[in-house]
């Protein structure tokens, strides 16, 4: 059964400063990994998705990559800023092997101060 | 495009009460979800739809019904409130495309008192 976990659950950075986001998962039979951005109080937005042939996806000043040996995806944010303050989701598709349905992380909460 | 818009943004409901949440996609996907999000329990899928007509249960389908009449539309009806429904309900809709993500309403915050 694939499990999705977060580490940390909250991170707080001053601003500029680059930093990593883990999303760990238990099936390596993964067939793609998806990471989503919600703002408090909204919806979640799609920023990456990255398919189980590929190691890694960049979009703009994030970066997300995968490996499927260890379980483990990372989204990197390069200089980060006040704006990037959310909480970031990690979601693995249940079954491994088709898209239809996300299992989720709990999410990590990032504030960066200016 | 409006995207996913979801009816009403806020709702109060009495113990006992019923009430239907609306969904509604213009982007002609086939695939809609309902999911609650709680804290510390993330985001939990009720029901969901592949298609016009069809509706399955996800992983917390008690208490709840659901609706697919037109494509456009997704339904989540709560036939007997309770203080335990109490949550944040979000829409979602994807293509049937293995490549494609989900797309997200704004949510409907439900308090039941």
């Known amino acids: 059964k694939q499990e999705v976990t977060q580490i940390p659950a909250a991170l707080s950075v001053p601003e500029g400063e680059n930093l990593v986001l883990n999303c760990s998962f238990t099936d390596s039979a993964i067939y793609n990994l998806q990471w989503f951005r919600q703002d408090p109080g909204k919806g979640l937005t799609s920023l990456l998705l990255i398919q189980s042939s590929q190691r890694e996806q960049t979009s703009g000043r994030l970066n997300a990559s995968l490996d499927k040996s260890s379980g483990r995806s990372t989204l990197y944010i390069a200089a980060s800023q006040p704006g990037d303050s959310a909480t970031y989701l990690c979601?693995?598709?249940?079954?491994?092997?088709?898209?239809?349905?996300?299992?989720w992380g709990l999410g990590t909460s990032l504030a960066v101060n200016p | 495009n409006a995207g996913v818009t979801q009816t009403p943004k806020f709702r109060v409901l009495k113990t006992g009460q019923s009430m239907t949440l609306l969904c509604a996609q213009d982007m002609n996907h086939e695939y809609m979800y309902w999911y609650r999000q709680d804290p510390g329990m993330g985001l939990r899928l009720i029901h969901y739809s592949v298609g016009e007509g069809t509706t399955a249960k996800g992983e917390v389908p008690d208490g709840y019904n659901v609706s697919r009449l037109k494509k456009q539309n997704f339904l989540l009806g709560l036939e007997s409130a309770a203080p335990s429904q109490t949550s944040v309900y979000f829409c979602a809709s994807k293509t049937p495309l293995e490549t494609d993500t989900q797309y997200f309403g704004p949510g409907t915050r439900l308090t039941v008192l």
């Open positions: 979601a693995a598709p249940l079954p491994p092997g088709n898209n239809r349905k996300l299992i």
